[in-house]
């Protein structure tokens, strides 16, 4: 078992829908969980960034962590065609040093207008 | 500003061969990390140096090292290319080593063995 699960999709919806994208995973001392978007050719950007149990909104996005049942998941409102992207979940035991991210594969995500 | 420089964008080898991939931290930061992410797949990470110290190492073969230099720029060496090696190669930068929320990526050097 992987340590950070994520369903690869591709996900398609039209414009204006809701999105909910969703990562497991087995590591009961992740602490710190990320969101990351990466367009086509380009690295990862930040996009929400949560410390241990639940909800962080910001804009359109939110992010949600439940780490009773090991699950995380972001929600985009209002979904746009330049939401169109690559979307990874990232999580963390800690910000000591040496501390490593640990992604999951990445849903890709396409809006048609 | 300028954001996290990776040189070169692209490149391909041959099996066998040396490589050498090098990443410009954003100005002020003292951490880089470097993470390989293999086509459909999520980053891996394979190392963090601050302050010129390896701070963390992934599981990667011996043929995998790095550097940093007081500028805090950094250089990943691969030796003896294999095909699984094929990937993008991604440098992040933070202002410490614990800074998870100011992690960085470059746009990758993307390097194909053939």
């Known amino acids: 078992q992987k340590e950070v699960e994520q369903d690869p999709g591709p996900l398609s919806v039209p414009e204006g829908a809701i999105v909910s994208l969703n990562c497991t995973y087995s590591?009961?001392?992740?602490?710190?969980f990320m969101w990351y978007r990466q367009y086509s050719r380009k690295g990862p950007e930040l996009l929400m960034y949560?410390?241990?149990?639940g909800n962080k909104e910001d804009g359109r996005f939110t992010a949600q962590v439940d780490k009773s049942s090991k699950y995380i998941s972001l929600f985009i409102r209002d979904s746009q065609p330049s939401d169109s992207a690559t979307y990874l979940c990232?999580?963390?035991?800690?910000?000591?040093?040496?501390?490593?991210?640990?992604f999951g594969k990445g849903t890709t995500l396409s809006v048609s207008s | 500003d300028a954001g996290v420089t990776q040189s070169p964008t692209h490149l391909i080898k041959t099996r066998g061969q040396q490589v050498t991939l090098r990443c410009s931290p954003i100005?002020?930061?003292?951490?880089v990390s470097w993470y390989q992410q293999v086509l459909g797949q999520g980053p891996q990470f394979i190392f963090q140096?601050?302050?010129?110290?390896?701070?963390g190492r992934g599981n990667f073969p011996d043929r995998f090292s790095a550097r940093q230099f007081p500028n805090y720029s950094s250089e990943l060496n691969v030796n003896a290319l294999l095909l699984g090696d094929s990937a993008l190669y991604l440098c992040?930068?933070?202002?410490?080593?614990?800074?998870?929320?100011?992690?960085?990526f470059g746009s990758g050097t993307r390097l194909t063995v053939v």
């Open positions: 990232a999580m963390s035991v800690g910000n000591q040093a040496g501390t490593a991210l640990i």
């Open positions: 100005s002020g930061h003292k951490s």
């Open positions: 949560t410390y241990s149990s």
């Open positions: 992040a930068s933070s202002s410490s080593t614990g800074n998870l929320y100011g992690y960085t």
């Open positions: 590591n009961s001392a992740f602490q710190y």
């Open positions: 140096y601050y302050e010129k110290e390896e701070r």
